[in-house]
């Protein structure tokens, strides 16, 4: 399990279009340092969550919480 910790607030703003998805900021810092974390796995869970975000250190902390919970969690078949 990680040392660092995430410390913040996620926040999804509702699209203002039908055709766009909803936005997602971020509050806070991330102490978790990526080498706690398998390389693949984490580029991989970045490139997933770029759907959710066009900020690159946005994606990872999503991607980093998701591995938190499970370390294989973008390895699994949808």
Do not use: N
């Not at 806070?28 to 900020?55: F, N, S, W």
């Not at 946005?58 to 973008?74: F, G, H, M, S, W």
């Amino acid at each position: 399990m990680p040392e660092g910790r995430f410390t913040g607030e996620y926040e999804i703003i509702p699209p203002v279009k039908k055709a766009e998805g909803p936005k997602l900021t971020m509050t806070g810092t991330d102490t978790r340092p990526d080498t706690d974390y398998d390389p693949e796995q984490l580029a991989m869970g970045i490139k997933v969550e770029m759907e959710h975000t066009d900020d690159p250190e946005v994606a990872k902390v999503i991607a980093k919480t998701q591995l938190d919970e499970d370390p294989k969690y973008y390895s699994h078949e949808g």
